[in-house]
């Protein structure tokens, strides 16, 4: 999928596996028919960079984070800015909608996390904590939990309900650049400059696994959605699908010309897709690796 004019910073698939949303340096958000790879609309109006997006589940709203310290809500059916949400004294590196659609979160640069009500586009809650940028949140499937990852090498677990941190995850010798729950909540998955993705018990914080093989920093990593396997995205351009059971690596797909930046599953698992600082995003069959769409 080409037309973006900077690195593809992020990329998510509705939930339906339809359509596709990319964030770019070009400042743009791009939604892409998922099965023709044509981009159906541009949504303009950030001031900088834009570095997350993500969908809600139930497809109607899109959330973007930027370098302008902004996150807007976009319609996205129509593409119109619903509404901007200021607060963050940062670049925005990370947005997720809780499940139910009824709260966003962001993390920032300025260290904390914030927790907005999606509706109305109140800051609700402040986490902080961090003692670096706060690079990637996920609220866990039930929407009690959140995690965040950040440039002080740890990974925290905050109740959602009362902001409280439950647990600090230590271990990694580098940045973390991504977390995500997976689908049970039982486990977590971090992604880090020290070139490894990590899989911890989400009760315990203890880490059950890290996964080695990447030859530059991990920029993303996801669960597939029945958490078999665990996708990440890298600095040597490479994507790789592990097993997540038993940690091996079963395939790295090669085809980008810049570091990857992000990877998300499609819903049904069946394919993948990769944003790269090649400008360009990628769909993958997930099963064969092959790439079907540039």
């Keep these: 999928l080409e037309g973006h004019g900077g690195s593809v910073r992020s990329v998510v698939f509705s939930a339906d596996g339809q359509r596709l949303a990319s964030g770019s340096g070009d400042e743009t958000v791009k939604i892409w028919?998922?099965?023709?790879?044509?981009?159906v609309q541009t949504l303009e109006g950030h001031g900088g960079l834009v570095m997350s997006v993500v969908f809600s589940a139930d497809g109607q709203r899109l959330a973007s984070g930027s370098r302008d310290k902004t996150v807007k809500i976009w319609d996205a059916a129509t593409g119109a800015c619903v509404r901007t949400l200021e607060g963050h004294g940062g670049l925005v590196s990370s947005v997720v909608f809780s499940a139910d659609g009824q709260r966003l979160a962001s993390g920032s640069d300025d260290r904390t996390v914030k927790i907005w009500d999606a509706a109305t586009g109140a800051c609700v809650q402040t986490l902080e904590g961090h003692g670096g940028l706060v690079m990637s949140v996920v609220f866990s499937a039930d929407g009690q939990r959140l995690a965040s990852g950040s440039g002080d090498k740890t990974v925290k677990i905050w109740d959602a309900a009362t902001g409280a941190c439950v647990q600090t995850l230590e271990g990694?010798?580098?940045?973390?650049?991504?977390?995500?729950?997976s689908a049970d909540g039982q486990r977590l998955a971090s992604g880090s400059h020290d070139k490894t993705v990590k899989i911890w018990d989400a009760a315990t914080g203890a880490c059950v696994?890290?996964?080695?093989?990447?030859?530059?920093?991990?920029s993303s990593v996801v669960f597939s959605a029945d958490g078999q396997r665990l996708a990440s995205g890298s600095g040597d351009e490479t994507v790789k699908i592990w097993d997540a059971a038993t940690g091996a690596c079963v395939q790295t797909l090669e085809g980008h010309g810049g570091l990857v930046r992000s990877v998300v599953f499609s819903a049904d698992g069946q394919r993948l897709a990769s944003g790269s600082g090649d400008e360009?995003?990628?769909?993958?069959?997930?099963?064969?690796?092959?790439?079907?769409?540039t």
């Excluded at 028919?33 to 981009?39: E, P, S």
């Excluded at 990694?172 to 729950?181: A, N, P, Y």
């Excluded at 360009?280 to 769409?293: L, N, S, Y």
């Design 209 to 218: 696994q890290t996964l080695e093989g990447h030859g530059g920093w991990v």
């Design 33 to 39: 028919d998922a099965a023709t790879g044509a981009c």
């Design 280 to 293: 360009t995003v990628k769909i993958w069959d997930a099963a064969t690796g092959e790439c079907v769409h």
């Design 172 to 181: 990694h010798g580098g940045w973390v650049r991504s977390v995500v729950f």
